[in-house]
């Protein structure tokens, strides 16, 4: 008989650049959730730090949010429970840039600016052990992040396996956030042995585009309800799916949403998989049974190859 597994997938706005008190809000929640037998947690994206790019410190919080990694890698091993704690904006290398109007013979020190390079992370930490099992640099950047953050391009997707408590292993793909609107991304996660993917998300629902809003003010409910439903049904995976904003869910193929939260409401919800039902999804649907068939007429758009 295939396992089941509860994710607690925590929803909540971080306050602003408040590292201190976003975490301990995100640490009484895990444990709350371990408490009540989950098994993996999720916490949103920009938990820690919240996205106020303009803001004069927002860079050297994000170089402070680094050290929470450790903290959260001693909650799993306390609590036997799988953490992937949102996303972790990190600073890597400073990059020296010359000044305009300047050639690289003539500039000195005090004239090359410092250009911070940010990345935006998720980390898989596992229960126990406290290990990273995998990280993920979000790749497909809504266009407010870009020149804030680098994307992640120089690297495949790539699914991991992760023991169940008990007996068992499911394999695991992480994406964030508008990385759900690209299908290819999923794809070759799922080429790769996919089962899960897990989706730590900053998806605003109402401060949209007001020419959205006139035509639709649930635009982006209706987005999220219908593609992550999608999206699990296409590749007969399970999707958790974890935003700041609402709409958080577990989806799954023939079952569709296994719950979800409110907008704008701080909460936790726990969904309990049945991996069984990706195996019953998979022998309906063949959808990786075509995907490993050699003459598949779409092969060439994935890279990978079931495991």
Known sequence: MAPTFKIALIQFQAKSLSLEENFAKAAAEIRLAASQGSQLTVLPEYHLTSWVPEHPDFIAS?????????????????????????????????????????SHNDETEASRPLVTEL???AYFIAASTGDILSTYQKKNLWYLERGIL????????????????GSGMIRVGMLICWDLAFPEAFRELVADGAQ?????????????????????????VAFLDSVTVARAYENTCAVAFCNAFGESQVAMPILGTLGKLGIEKDDMIISEVDIDVLRVAEEHYKVRTDLQDEGWHYSRCVTQTLK
């Open 196 to 220: 899960l993917i897990v989706i730590p998300a900053y998806w605003c629902l109402t401060k949209i585009n007001p020419k959205i809003l006139a035509l639709n003010l649930k635009s982006e």
């Open 150 to 165: 680098t994307a992640g391009r120089n690297s495949p997707h790539k699914a991991f396996d992760v023991p169940l408590s």
């Open 62 to 102: 994000c170089a402070e949010s680094v050290a929470y990694l450790p903290r959260y890698q001693a909650l799993a091993r306390e609590l036997n429970i799988h953490i992937v704690p949102g996303t972790i904006v990190e600073p890597v290398e400073p990059i020296m840039s010359t000044a305009p109007g300047m």
């Open 119 to 121: 990345r935006n992370m």
